[in-house]
């Protein structure tokens, strides 16, 4: 048994490699790669790259507005109190809108595939439909 009593001592880590613009994360908690927590807040523009989870993966909208779309070009926009659930495999992006931050608690199942940068011209016209 693993217990989190919150955010992980330390520095917030910067999101590089698979994330675009200014994304920071403070892991809450990690047994990987069975699951792992983290509070992730994405400034204006911040997003992730394209990527699955091998069982899934469930967003927590805490605060700020943002996106998330799937391959089937399916986009929602995010708020506060809402909740994601992107089926295990299901390629998806999530992150701040244009003009807004976005902070989320993302919970993490199994192995992270992590895929190709979302576009700018990608992520404008998605964020703006």
Known sequence: MKISHGRSSGVSRRGEGTFTGN?????????????????????PGGRTHWHSHANGQVLIVKAGEGYVGNRTGDVQKLKPGDVVHADPGEEHWHGAGGETYLLHQAVSLGTTTWLEELGEADFNKATQA
């Open 23 to 43: 994304v920071y994360l403070d892991p809450v908690l990690e047994n990987r790669p069975a699951v792992a927590v983290n509070d992730v807040v994405f400034a």
